[in-house]
Structures are given as structure tokens and as C-alpha cells.
């Protein structure tokens, strides 16, 4: 059975945080449409396409990359729901729904970067070089 980036958990769980996101930053002040609505949903939506685009890359080096782009749009999240916090736009349990999904997405991001290490030095071993056939998107999945 093949896979695709949406079957990944670290794809679901990132899709959930950007919904959350969506949904808390609906009651942000009009004036803030352009700045932290603006940057907190284009955070969150970055994680769930930079796992999707490095999936869809040629090299795990390339998957890599972008998983650990990711990673840092998570963090990103992180920081502007805290300052969005601190600026009254979001209350206490907004802000901690914000950090378990974060914290959620960052655990599946984790262990599929993790895969995807392993992966990228086990086409560099040497008795790989040279017979290592390219990443086959269809037969060649994280578990």
C-alpha cells in the first residue's frame, strides 16, 4: 500500500495545530489582521507544506531540510502564541492548547526526522555506495 505526506502523524497533528491556530486567531483584534493573525497562521500552516513539500523531495538530505524548516515554524508558533498571550489576544488555556499541539506535532516531527536520518546514512555506508537505488516514494515509508 503506498503512502502519502498526508498519512504521516506528523502531517495530521501539524493540519490539527493550524485548525487550533485558525480558530483562536478568529477573535484577534481586526487591527492585528496583518501582523500576528497574519504571521501566527502563516507559521502554523508553513509546518504541515514543509513536510508535505520535503516528502515530495528527491534526497533525505532534501527531506531533511525541510523537515527541520518545520521544526523551526513550530517554534515560531510556540513564540507568537506566547506573545500573543502577553498581549491579551489569547487567554491562558488558548495559549496552552497552542503549546500541546505544538508540543504533540514536535514529538511525530521528531521521530520522523529521526527515520528520516536513519535512512539518509544507510544510503551512505559503504556498502551501499554505488547500489543504492533512489528513494522510491511508493515501497520506501516511515513506519
Not at 486567531?25 to 497562521?41: C, H, N
Not at 507544506?49 to 527541520?68: K, M, N, P, Y
Not at 518545520?70 to 498581549?87: M, T
Not at 488555556?93 to 546514512?121: F, H, N, P, S, Y
Amino acid at each position: 500500500m503506498s503512502k502519502s505526506f498526508y498519512d504521516l502523524v506528523a502531517f495530521q497533528r501539524a493540519v490539527d495545530l493550524t485548525a487550533e491556530v485558525y480558530a483562536v486567531t478568529a477573535a484577534f483584534p481586526r487591527a492585528e489582521l496583518y501582523g500576528l493573525t497574519s504571521q501566527l497562521r502563516r507559521a502554523a500552516v508553513g509546518v504541515s507544506s514543509q513536510i508535505a513539500e520535503g516528502q515530495g523531495r528527491l534526497s533525505f538530505g532534501e527531506w531533511r531540510q525541510f523537515l527541520s524548516q518545520a521544526r523551526g515554524s513550530l517554534f515560531e508558533v510556540e513564540a507568537e502564541a506566547l506573545i500573543a498571550n502577553r498581549l491579551g489576544f489569547l487567554d491562558e488555556q488558548q495559549r496552552e492548547r497552542i503549546a500541546r499541539g505544538v508540543q504533540r506535532t514536535g514529538k511525530a516531527l521528531v521521530g520522523l526526522i529521526d527515520w528520516v536520518q536513519r535512512r539518509e546514512r544507510e544510503a551512505r555506508t559503504p556498502r551501499n555506495r554505488g547500489t543504492a537505488q533512489p528513494r522510491n516514494r511508493i515501497t520506501e515509508e516511515p513506519q
